[in-house]
Nanobody, 118 residues
């Protein structure tokens, strides 16, 4: 059974930091690119960051220099370190796994809420 379980969300003041984690199970983690998406109320889901199976990373322009994605293949876990958070970062954050060859093999987590507010 495939599972992606996010954790680490919460309420933080502007300028603060959070670290999201996504624990994966039920598939061969190292064969998947891992991404974080987010969706704010009334907005479309957007790609935040991606890390390939080889460790290459890409970020949305809005988070470059503030967010860092990393993966631990030994623990089947992907992380998103978020620094200097802004109110516009408020959203539900979702973990995504996509097979590096068979892109139709794609999984989603249930999401973790991040709220940035004073």
């Amino acid at each position: 059974q495939v599972q992606l379980v996010e954790s680490g969300g919460g309420l933080v003041q502007p300028g603060g930091s959070l670290r999201l984690s996504c624990a994966a199970s039920g598939f061969t983690f190292s064969n998947y690119a891992m991404s974080w998406y987010r969706q704010a109320p009334g907005k479309e889901r957007e790609l935040v960051a991606t890390i390939t199976s080889g460790g290459s990373t890409n970020y949305a322009d809005s988070v470059k220099g503030r967010f860092t994605i990393a993966r631990d293949n030994a623990k089947n876990t992907v992380f998103l370190q978020m620094n200097n958070l802004k109110p516009e970062d408020t959203a539900m954050y979702y973990c995504n796994a996509k097979h590096v060859v068979f892109s139709l093999l794609e999984y989603w987590g249930q999401g973790t809420q991040v709220t940035v507010s004073s």
